[in-house]
């Protein structure tokens, strides 16, 4: 049987609708939370309490004088908008790589030559986390030396328990105690070179692409032709006997250190930067059955010259910075011109970019949205910065202030250059 509705029946019950969310709207309106909206009284804010915020911040100032943490946070954000305003831009840990004139060091691993003597030993190696992370065990101390064809590396290496298995060339040595040289001649974060030395001399030596965490590769075929020796205070692998320390030496021709580069010359130039870093990877061991073993599940300690402030020895762009230099010995001190500020203002926004994707899984071309260092946007420091969004990811350009300077550029595989440089492929 079909009912049929009237026309008035419709529009009474449309009423009815209206009226029954018309009055909960009216509710819903009255019970909504109290918003304390401040508002501007002159020059002074003022919340719905009647509180100006410089009241509040100044009471919150007095309370937060006693927590660490707090005060740290603030410290920090004044710091920033000091360099903001100076352009003063800290450098990482530095070295001053010193000429050979008419000295002659021999590789023998014993480090007497006078043109090791002459120079000072670098800080002591600290956790790879920084030094706010406990003290190594052992001390370590490295020493760069140079002359128009060689780059001259020493090391000295406390230990009570000097040991090595790994006897194959280019095999995983840094699983042995080791001593590590990473080298980024060109600062591009591209085909940086790495060394590696354990106690009985075995060699491992690569090409890195770009970082590992940037999808590089190692190239294994790349030799570096180093000479090397290492001297050992006392027996090696042997329990029964403690050590105090064991030393090494490497002579590194500059031509396959600049390997996959285009250079005019096969030295450096007087006043030529390099990104380097010096690790020393460290193992627990215990004595089973007459021989070192490493302690199983242990991890090693990674202590480092210059720490990137995380586990991570791939970083080049976190590494310290080696200067060559042919001042009279000891009587210079480590320069910087004003591209420093351009390249920080690159990493700086790099890494910027990277957190934004990380958050929001894109990259973004507007740089007001992304957590930069207050110089980069100041206009102060530099004059702009630049970000273009492409098919690979993106490209940040930074244009200095000083016109004379280069315009500097990095793209989301960490690559640095300059200008209108182009990238050298093998």
């Known amino acids: ?100 004139e008419t000295e002659v060091i021999t590789i023998d691993g014993k480090l007497d030559d006078k043109g090791w003597k002459d120079v000072p030993w670098s800080d002591p190696f600290i ?15 490295i020493k760069v030396r140079w002359d128009d064809t060689h780059f001259y590396f020493a090391a000295y290496m406390e230990e009570t328990d000097v040991w090595a298995n790994k006897s194959l060339h280019d095999t995983t040595v840094y699983q042995d105690n080791a001593i590590q040289v990473l080298l980024d001649t060109r600062q591009s974060n591209h085909k940086y070179k790495e060394l590696t030395i354990n106690a009985i001399g075995t060699m491992s030596d690569m090409m890195l692409t770009r970082p590992y965490m940037n999808d590089g590769e190692p190239l294994s075929f790349w030799e570096s032709d180093v000479n090397r020796a290492v001297f050992v205070d006392g027996p090696i692998n042997n329990p029964n006997k403690d050590n105090k320390f064991w030393t090494v030496e490497m002579s590194i021709p500059f031509a396959t250190l600049y390997a996959g580069l285009y250079r005019q010359h096969d030295y450096p130039s007087d006043g030529e930067t390099w990104r380097a870093n010096f690790v020393r990877p460290e193992y627990e061991t215990e004595v089973v059955d007459g021989k070192y073993q490493k302690k199983l599940g242990v991890e090693a300690s990674w202590w ?123």
């Open 1 to 100: 049987m079909e009912f049929k509705k009237s026309s008035s029946s419709v529009i009474v019950t449309a009423v009815i609708a209206a009226l029954s969310m018309g009055a909960g709207l009216i509710i819903g309106y009255l019970l909504r939370p109290a918003m304390h909206k401040p508002v501007n009284s002159g020059h002074i804010i003022v919340d719905s309490h009647n509180r100006t915020y410089e009241h509040l911040i100044q009471n919150c100032s007095q309370a937060a004088k006693g927590e660490a943490y707090v005060q740290k946070y603030l410290q920090a954000h004044d710091i920033q908008a000091c360099r903001a305003y100076t352009c003063h831009i800290p450098l990482p840990k530095t070295y001053q790589v010193y000429h050979l």
């Open 127 to 141: 956790d790879i986390k920084g030094a706010d992370f406990p003290k190594p065990k052992f001390e370590t101390r």
């Open 304 to 426: 480092v010259w210059s720490s990137p402030g995380v586990s991570n020895i791939h970083l080049p762009d976190r590494w310290g910075l080696l200067q060559f230099t042919k001042a009279v010995v000891n009587t210079s001190t480590f320069e910087f011109g004003k591209e420093w500020i351009v390249t920080n203002a690159l990493l700086d926004t790099f890494r910027a970019e990277k957190a934004y994707k990380a958050v929001n899984g894109r990259y973004t071309d507007d740089v007001t949205l992304l957590d930069i260092p207050p110089y980069v946007l100041s206009g102060k420091c530099i004059k702009k910065v630049e970000v273009k969004i492409d098919w690979g990811g993106f490209t940040v350009t930074v244009y200095p202030n000083d016109n004379k300077l280069k315009e500097g550029h990095i793209r989301t595989d960490r690559y640095i250059w300059y200008g209108d440089e182009k990238e050298e492929f093998f």
